[in-house]
Structures are given as structure tokens and as C-alpha cells.
């Protein structure tokens, strides 16, 4: 683009604008004198051949404007042989003469007019795109776009497959038997998910904004409409949220991108709750349990977390039963509630350790008080 911009041929505008000039001498000069001033003009080869550059002369037509030029300033020799070849009085074209009105004032003026034409079309565009700014250069945009569409490829499967899908293929149906373990796993599966949809969507925003500075400058709608049509695919895919089909592209683009970014702050909200659920004591166990479940039940993330993860849902189910039973209020049933809640938790194998510890000991003091009967009794104390 740059290269276009600093190589515009101005002097051959000057050059033929020049020779326009003398053509239109046609009100006070005759077309004997027009051709004689012209031949003045461009009296040498190196002149001569310039001026079939500016001209854009093609090649296979050159010979026949070189017999002319001989014919005006060639050697005797040169100029007695263009005599049978130039000019009405010379042999016919389909013997090998030239046409005569190879030079004239009308040709001359069509092929010259013909260039300053095209010449003045190229300097109207690059007047424009000196115009443009440089945020704004239509080649660099493409190439921005272009970026953006390789990382829409990079993501082709997260956007074009539901998030349920790609749960059960990375999952590949394995389930853990400690329900804390999987709930963990399937949500940090779902926030990955999330993040690569929000980079997804932040492609399709990136080459929006490229589209709609370039449009200023080129026609590009089919690259709009295919942009749109991508853009419909993927909120009928990963939205989650009502989005009007008749929505602004731009406000499509922000709304998809909102409602990512809802679902990973209650995914991860959720996440948080969980695990601090785990270091409490009894009675702030069932608290925050009851509170977690009051507080979450009705959100986003927990409807989300209810179709991608099945240990969440179970999870979920248990922990609220245990919760929610009537006699709950009652110390030993506070009791039976949080051991519930631990196992739910998979957090009951700690306690049945420690239980399991000290039978182990009481057995080995039981042995021991055995082997010192027969001597001195000694107590050997059990701290239960």
C-alpha cells in the first residue's frame, strides 16, 4: 500500500498533460503544423521512445511508429526507405506499409487521453488513501482479520459443540469415587471450556471492529454477511442467554461476551463456596451448607454446573436432603447431619482413620496388660 502511494507517475501526467496541450492547438493550427511542432518536440530517440513509454504504446505496434520517426529525422537512407512504407503514398497495409494515420493528431489524442485518464483514476485513489489513517489501512486490517479467523479455527470445537459435548468427550466417561474430586474436576473441565469460548468471542469482536473501519474505505460485504452468519452459529451454540436474532451485530458480540463472563464468575463462585465448605467445623459446616444451598440454587452457574456435571447434580441433591430434615435442630441429629455432609463431602475416610487408629491402640494396651500380669500391674492409661 505504501509502495502505491509514493510511486505515482507524475511526471508522465506532465508529459502527456504537455502533449494534450499541443493536440488541442487544433482551433489555430492546422494538423500539418500540430505533427511538425510535435516532431520538433521529440527530435531524438531517447526522446521518441519516451514518449511511446508515456503513450504505453504496445511493442508489436512500435516498429510502425520507429518508421515514422525515421521518416523525420532517420538517416538519408532511413528516410528514403519509410517513404514506401509511411504516409498515404506509401505501399498498402496488406503489403507491409504502414497505416497512415499511425501518427496524427486524432490518434495521438485517443491514446494519449486514454492514460491521462487512467493516471488521474490512480491519483484520485491515492489521494483517498492518503486520506486514510494508519489504524485505518484496508491491507493491514485484512491481516488482523486474518489473524483473528486462525484463532477462530483454533477454537472451531469449543464453538461449534455444545458444552455438555465437549464435557462427555474430555471426560471420556470416567467418574471419581470421591464426589469433592469430581465436582472439582468437572469445573475446572467447564471453566476451561468457558475461557476458550470468551477468546472465541473476543476474535469475532476483534474482526467486527476491523470490518467497520474498512468499510469506510472498501466494499466489504460479503465478508460482513459471512461475519454475521458466524456470529449467529455461535450464539445458537454457546449463548447463554436470550439474544434477539434482530440484535445489532455489536450488541450480539457484547451480549455473548456478558454472558460468558456470568457464567465463569458463578462457575468459579460456586467453586469457592465448595471448597470452603470443606475447612469449617460442625456447626459452621451445616451453616454455610445451608447457606450454599439457599444462596446458589437459583443461579446461573448452578444451572449450568446441573447439566455439565453429574457428581454436581448428586452432590447438590444429597447435600440439601441432609440439611433440610426436620429433626436437624437436635444435637445428636446435628450430628448425623454433618458426619452426612462429610461423607457427601468424601470426607468421612479422616474420621473412620482416626476411629480405626484408636482401636488399634486399645487393642495393643489390652495385649500389653496381659504380658504384665504375671509381674508388677502397671495401668497403662487411653486417652479416648
Known amino acids: 500500500m505504501q509502495q502505491k502511494r509514493d510511486s505515482f507517475p507524475k511526471d ?86 504502414i497505416p497512415s494515420n499511425t501518427i496524427s493528431v486524432d490518434s495521438l489524442s485517443s491514446k494519449s487521453g486514454a492514460v491521462i485518464q487512467r493516471l488521474e483514476v490512480m491519483r484520485a485513489e491515492i489521494k483517498q488513501q492518503k486520506l486514510i489513517p494508519d489504524e485505518e489501512n484496508p491491507s493491514q486490517l485484512f491481516e ?12 472451531k470445537k469449543v464453538s461449534l459443540e455444545s458444552i455438555t459435548e465437549q464435557f462427555e468427550k474430555n471426560r471420556g466417561g470416567q467418574a471419581s469415587t470421591k464426589a469433592l474430586v469430581q465436582v472439582n474436576s468437572d469445573i475446572d473441565l467447564l471453566k476451561k471450556n468457558l475461557h476458550a ?24 460485504s460479503e465478508l460482513e454477511k459471512t461475519c454475521e452468519a458466524l456470529l449467529d452459529k455461535v450464539v445458537k451454540t454457546i449463548s447463554y442467554t436470550e439474544i434477539p436474532s434482530d440484535l445489532p451485530t455489536s450488541q450480539k458480540i457484547n451480549t455473548l461476551s456478558l454472558s460468558i463472563d ?28 445451608t447457606g450454599f444451598i439457599n ?45 452426612k455432609i462429610k461423607e457427601i463431602l468424601g470426607l468421612s475416610d479422616e474420621h473412620a482413620r482416626e476411629k480405626e487408629i484408636k482401636n488399634q491402640f486399645k487393642t ?3 495385649e500389653a496388660q496381659k504380658t504384665l500380669d504375671g509381674g508388677s500391674r502397671v495401668t497403662i492409661p487411653v486417652h479416648n
Open 12 to 97: 508522465k501526467l506532465n508529459r502527456l498533460q504537455e502533449l494534450q496541450l499541443l493536440l488541442k492547438k487544433q482551433e489555430i493550427l492546422s494538423e500539418t503544423e500540430i505533427l511538425s511542432q510535435f516532431w520538433e518536440k521529440y527530435n531524438t530517440p531517447e526522446k521518441f521512445t519516451g514518449i511511446l513509454n508515456d503513450l504505453e504504446i504496445p511493442v508489436s505496434e512500435r516498429p510502425g511508429w520507429q518508421e515514422y520517426y525515421n521518416y523525420q529525422h532517420g538517416s538519408f537512407r532511413q528516410q528514403f526507405f519509410s517513404v514506401f512504407l509511411t504516409g498515404s503514398w506509401g505501399i498498402p497495409q496488406q503489403l507491409g506499409g
Open 262 to 289: 456470568r457464567a465463569i464468575d458463578n462457575v468459579e463462585g460456586i467453586q469457592r463456596s465448595i471448597n470452603i465448605l470443606v475447612h469449617s467445623k460442625q456447626k459452621t459446616m451445616i451453616e454455610l451448607v
Open 144 to 155: 488482523n482479520i486474518e489473524q483473528n479467523l486462525k484463532v477462530l479455527s483454533g477454537f
Open 364 to 366: 495393643l494396651k489390652e
Open 197 to 220: 469460548q470468551k477468546r472465541l468471542v473476543e476474535s469475532l469482536q476483534n474482526i467486527y471492529a476491523q470490518i467497520n473501519k474498512i468499510k469506510h474505505h472498501v466494499d466489504c
Open 295 to 339: 444462596s446458589k440454587e437459583n443461579t446461573f452457574g448452578h444451572k449450568l454446573l446441573l447439566i455439565f456435571s453429574p457428581a454436581y447434580k448428586k452432590m447438590f441433591k444429597d447435600l440439601k436432603e441432609a440439611t433440610t430434615a426436620k429433626e436437624v435442630s437436635s444435637e445428636e441429629s446435628s450430628e448425623k447431619s454433618f458426619n
